[in-house]
């Protein structure tokens, strides 16, 4: 049987999601010891855990060959785990099977038992009683351009939400490959948000809508900003979506799939290029690998304007490694601790900001995401 983390209040948890179940990594808060419990649902395929840090719960996309995709959350840091009694499902008649669920994010802070959950094919559901019953967003499924949504390489799906902590009408969604979605009345409708984002793989560069975001972010000190690691570079906001700027000057590709945020500094950014499927619009090698094969995380500490590539203790010669949308977090204690899991299996973090890089873990199977919080 597998038994739930020991951390304390204060310890810092990182949960992993791979493709044989979910590992609970803790340490306290120097982070140099680390005990490891897991795997969690060992024959799922966890796309996504993440942290409540409203009431310390834990949640876990998983997904089955066998029974199917559901959403699991555990209230004792993974000792016992309980599902839906009734999970994330399109009404009969809608003509939509659920296939996977991507990500989950726990609401407000004012609204205790709120949690979202984006699945493929792309929509966003809603569950108001901590996750006994969901509720699809039909504000967006049926929003007018859905016909002509279009898969990207890994599906038609919803994997990014990002929840205005303030105001309580207000998130963004981002699903590949169609773009960032904005709300301001509480999902009864929806605003295609792409303004200045480019989509290279299609005839029209700037669309209304059919770019490819990868991984969309927003500060928690500042909702109206939001960042995205894009198909076709790096982009942020400062008109809570309206309007986006190309910050990718200065990376070596404009392909990637991650970016972080520092909990403490909106301007200090992270992300993780790769060798991409198009190279300024004409057809690449489609690697998807770290770009020349060297793992270099870049660090921008003025929102985009310029970056630095941080490799100190991370391999830079023959490092063919990929990271997946998910597999990149930031913990909430200062100096920040910055943790990047490839598919590899290898996790690589540092404790201070950037500036020097660990192994982790290795030997894990094939990572999907990682995300942190601090036990409360």
């Known amino acids: 049987m597998v038994q739930g983390s020991n951390a304390k ?8 999601g791979t493709r044989k179940g979910g590992f609970i990594l803790s340490s306290d808060a120097k982070r140099k010891s680390w005990s490891v419990s897991g795997p969690h649902w060992p024959g799922g395929d966890i796309f996504h855990m993440a942290y409540d840090r409203r009431d310390g719960a834990v949640w876990a996309a998983v997904n089955s060959p066998v029974w199917g995709s559901e959403v ?28 996977r669920a991507w990500h989950i994010e726990p609401g407000r802070e004012s609204e205790p038992g709120v949690v979202y959950a984006g699945v493929e094919p792309a929509a966003l559901f809603k569950s108001t009683n901590g996750g006994d019953a969901w509720t699809e967003v039909r504000g967006l499924s049926d929003h ?7 898969p990207g390489l890994g599906g038609l799906c919803l994997h990014s939400i990002v929840v205005d902590p303030v105001n309580k009408d207000r998130m963004w969604v981002g699903v590949s490959a169609v773009g960032v979605f904005g ?17 290279d793989f299609l005839p029209d560069r700037f669309p209304r809508f059919g770019q490819c975001p990868h991984k969309v972010l927003s500060p928690r000190t500042m909702p109206e900003r939001l960042y995205q690691q894009n198909h076709c ?14 910050i990718t000057e200065g990376l070596p590709s404009r392909f990637g ?21 198009l190279k300024d ?31 100190s203790g991370l391999p830079q010669e023959s490092s063919y490694l990929h990271v997946l949308r998910e597999g990149m977090t930031t913990d909430g204690l200062d100096p920040c601790g910055i943790y ?27 990572i999907n995401s990682v995300e942190s919080g601090v036990v409360g």
């Open 9 to 16: 209040t204060g310890d810092v948890v990182v949960l992993v």
């Open 72 to 99: 699991q959350r555990s209230h004792d840091l993974g000792a016992t785990w309980v599902g839906a009694k009734d999970g994330p499902r399109f009404d009969v008649g809608r003509g939509l099977t659920m296939s």
């Open 144 to 150: 007018e351009t859905r016909e002509q949504w279009q």
């Open 183 to 199: 709300t301001t009345d509480g999902g009864e409708s929806w605003e295609t948000m792409n303004q200045g984002v480019r989509a």
């Open 233 to 246: 570079g790096v982009f942020r906001s400062d008109s809570a979506g309206e309007n986006w700027l190309d």
């Open 257 to 277: 799939f991650v970016i972080g945020i520092d909990p403490h500094d909106p301007d200090i950014i992270y992300t993780l290029p790769e060798d991409s499927v």
């Open 281 to 311: 619009g004409e057809a690449g090698g489609g690697q998807r690998y770290v770009t020349d094969a060297r793992f270099r995380v870049y660090r921008s500490r003025n929102a985009g304007a310029d970056w630095e590539p941080l490799t």
């Open 340 to 366: 990047v899991g490839a598919t590899s299996g290898q996790i690589f973090y540092s404790r201070d900001g950037g500036e020097h890089w660990e192994l982790l873990i290795q030997h894990l199977p094939a």
